[in-house]
């Protein structure tokens, strides 16, 4: 009995660790500290444009943010962001939008890449195909969208992504940490 009672203090921060992170608090925390953006700038309601489209998804409580964080890296929330000059031949930049999104999003989801809605939706669309197609057997939900999301992401590879992570990926759990001990402070 004292064995099982040392067993449940053991997992009560465990317990406190695993309280699924409230997107009000991200949603503060990406605006905050979000190394591309200044606060100042940014539009907020874009922020909340894509909290809603990923709670349409069901993104697994570990990974709420994944495209608030996307889109703090890839354009410091700028919808009308422009990118990947290097890759073109006359200077013109390829990517476009929150997402740094490619013209063949415009023509494979059919999306105004500089909408916000439209190109988060495209984006977890994306991932949740890669998801669909369970190329990664993982057992953790976690896991298959971590590989799904770094599949979506990057370019095809012959031995696939699955042992891979998105960069994206970082900046959120470093929010996640953050929020989480701003709660345990009080």
Not at 9 to 17: F, M
Not at 146 to 151: H, K, L
Not at 161 to 186: D, Q, V
């Amino acid at each position: 009995m004292k064995y099982l009672v040392f067993l449940f203090l053991l997992c009560v921060p465990c317990a406190a660790q695993a309280e699924p992170i409230d997107y009000n608090n991200l949603v503060y925390t990406a605006l905050t500290q979000c190394h591309r953006a200044n606060p100042d700038k940014v539009d907020e309601s874009i922020l909340w444009i894509l909290v809603d489209v990923e709670r349409k998804y069901e993104v697994p409580e570990n990974l709420r943010g994944m495209l608030l964080s996307a889109a703090c890296s890839e354009s410091g929330y700028n919808p009308k962001a422009r990118g990947d000059r290097k890759f073109s031949k006359n200077g013109k930049p390829k990517a476009v939008g929150l997402f740094q999104m490619w013209s063949w999003w415009e023509r494979e989801y059919k999306i105004d890449r500089t909408d916000p809605y439209g190109s988060a939706n495209a984006f977890m669309l994306h991932v949740k195909r890669q998801l669909d197609r369970g190329r990664c057997k993982f057992k953790s939900a976690e896991r298959r969208w971590i590989a799904a999301w770094v599949t979506a992401i990057r370019a095809p590879k012959k031995g696939g992504r699955c042992y891979e992570k998105p960069n994206h990926l970082r900046i959120l759990r470093r929010w996640h940490k953050i929020i989480r001990r701003a709660i345990a402070k009080g």
